[in-house]
């Protein structure tokens, strides 16, 4: 064989060998940006047989919310005693009393808060973006598949919606857990989910505003209520347990919403996000050098997990950055041993043994 055609043979060799090549990298090119990142555990339910089971306990579900802003809000005032006996044959001990509707006293509040201009035109606000939630009670329900499938022995919650008015002061009431006769009672109120720009949040700062949004709705069901039936019952005492207690938090929220952005996750910009990737080892190595651990300093904590515009004193940095470090440190914890269970993750104490075995040295 000459030269000529031991060249013209290689070259074919290597022509083929870079199209198979590409047609791989092409075919996985999404896959591999998809599982880039520290949370590799929420990828592990891609596989055919555990979508199997997940699809099995999304079926096996039923979520219904109960309305009780628009059982309200369709009262007949012509027949008003008739209409708040339903109610409380409905939501009795919950929002009202069944015999309510025997004392004219209730029956006259009632009447007036139905008149109630402000309220009257909040209802109206939330009846043109709530009128079906179908698509909330399935979000509700894939959330609540996966919730069963990595906490078997978890109690499934009842949902209520209300309606109860624009308090500056309550907004970390967005989604409420009452345990009503045995059940756990989840309360949603949607009229603090009307979008950023709403008029009736108007006097609330940027920062909260933003999370007025029903994309956080579902999320909140759980990274406000039902995550802290999973967590130890044990007061954080040090920074270090508040920030890892935080963490657990957002690893929980982010194993139950695998297809959501960390944005919503965090209820970060992108830009925020971007600077909390890029500076928690900053944040990290400024505790370390002051000392502030292993603090018990409940203001050190507030400043560094508490919803705020920022994290002191980090100057441009997003808020909550003491609760993006623990979330680090619990996926590198989660990363690092693989024989612990996510559910015996959530129920850990020892804060400072999960710091060491996770492996978290965030480069100076």
């Known amino acids: 064989m000459n030269k000529k055609k031991i060249l013209i043979i290689v070259g074919s060799v290597i022509v083929v060998a870079l199209a198979v090549v590409l047609v791989f990298w092409l075919v996985n090119r999404n896959k591999k940006e998809k599982h880039e990142g520290l949370n590799q555990r929420k990828y592990q339910v891609e596989a055919k047989a555990v979508q199997d089971t997940i699809e099995d306990l999304y079926q096996k579900t039923n979520v219904k ?91 499934l919650p ?78 954080p005492i040090t920074l270090l347990d508040n920030m890892l207690m935080a963490g657990k938090v957002l690893y929980f929220t982010e194993m139950l919403f695998p297809n959501r952005p960390l944005e919503d996750v965090f209820a970060y910009t992108t830009e925020e996000l971007q600077w909390a990737e890029q500076h928690h080892g900053d944040v990290w190595n400024y505790l370390i050098e002051n000392e502030l651990v292993y603090s018990k300093d409940a203001t050190v904590a507030q400043h560094l997990i508490d919803v705020a515009p920022e994290t002191k004193p980090f100057k441009g940095s997003p808020g909550r950055m003491g609760a993006f470090v623990g979330w680090k440190i619990v996926g590198h914890f ?28 965030p480069q100076k």
């Open 334 to 361: 989660m990363e690092n041993n693989p024989k612990i269970s996510f559910q015996e993750m959530m129920k850990m104490t020892d804060m400072n043994e999960m710091l060491k075995k996770s492996g978290y040295k």
């Open 158 to 235: 009842i949902f209520y919606s209300v309606v109860g008015g624009i308090d500056p002061d309550s907004y970390t009431k967005l989604v409420e857990g009452q345990v009503i006769g045995g059940k756990l009672a989840l309360i949603l109120h949607l009229d603090w989910y009307l979008g950023k720009d709403n008029k009736y949040y108007g006097a609330l700062p940027q920062y909260i505003r933003r999370q007025c949004d029903k994309k956080y709705l579902a999320i909140d069901c759980f990274r406000n209520v039902l995550v802290w039936d999973q967590l130890p019952n044990k007061e």
């Open 65 to 155: 919310i109960l309305r009780f802003d628009q059982d309200v809000y369709h009262l007949d005032t012509n027949a008003l005693q008739d209409g708040i006996q339903k109610l409380g044959k409905k939501y009795h001990g919950i929002f009202i009393d069944s015999t309510a509707w025997h004392y004219p006293q209730a029956v006259a509040q009632m009447k007036g808060f139905l008149a109630d201009p402000y309220f009257v035109e909040l209802y109206k606000y939330v009846n043109r973006q709530y009128a079906n939630i179908g698509e909330l009670e399935d979000e509700l329900r894939h959330a609540l598949a996966y919730y069963q499938y990595y906490f078997p022995d978890a109690k």
